[in-house]
């Protein structure tokens, strides 16, 4: 599946695609349309797309003065998971960072999603704390940062 994999820029015309990614990954905390369109012009908001299809996207954010950017969400299709796409993914965003100088990727992720933690892990991230009581249902949130050299 990879060989066709496209990763581009997100547009309006993909938002409903998207929300059903979203709505497909997240019981709780989900996405909606209108704060979509507001990522869209004030984050990193990139797509995976394969004959047309989306199949994934990521979000991350900058903060003017911070030494982190921050992976907001990353999500893929349930249809579409087990395929590389979310490392693929990870590679395209972790570049990015590297591009901008960012040295460290920072992310939250829900203590028991261990396919998520796993990626993270490959990717090289390391546990850095928990928000206790972190997302609407009450559940802990691991930290984890990702130490970037911009040399690898
Ligand atoms: C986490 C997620 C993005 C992974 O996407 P994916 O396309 O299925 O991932 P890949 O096929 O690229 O797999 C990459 C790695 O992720 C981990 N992983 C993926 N699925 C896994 C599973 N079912 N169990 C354990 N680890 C898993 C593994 O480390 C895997 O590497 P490996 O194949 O060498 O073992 C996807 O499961 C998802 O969208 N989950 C719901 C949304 C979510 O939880 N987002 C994170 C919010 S913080």
């Not at 990954?25 to 369109?37: A, H, L, R, Y």
């Not at 990521?58 to 003065?65: D, M, P």
Request: with cysteine.
């Amino acid at each position: 599946m990879n060989i066709n994999l496209v990763i581009r820029k997100a547009v309006v015309s993909d938002i409903n695609d998207i929300l059903q990614i979203e709505h497909a990954s997240f019981q709780v905390d989900c996405f909606s349309k209108g704060q979509f369109k507001y990522l869209l012009s004030h984050a990193i908001f990139y797509v995976a797309e394969n004959n047309k299809k989306i199949l994934g996207y990521y979000i991350l954010l900058t903060k003017r003065r911070s030494k982190k950017v921050r992976l907001y969400s990353i999500a893929v299709h349930p249809n579409a998971r087990g395929k590389n796409v979310g490392q693929v993914l990870m590679y395209h965003l972790l570049n990015i960072a590297k591009e901008m100088h960012y040295p460290c990727v920072s992310l939250e992720v829900r203590e028991n999603n261990s396919q998520a933690i796993q990626l993270y892990k490959k990717f090289g991230f390391v546990e850095n704390g928990i928000k206790t009581n972190y997302y609407i249902d009450g559940a802990n949130a691991l930290i984890m940062h990702c130490y970037l050299n911009e040399k690898d």
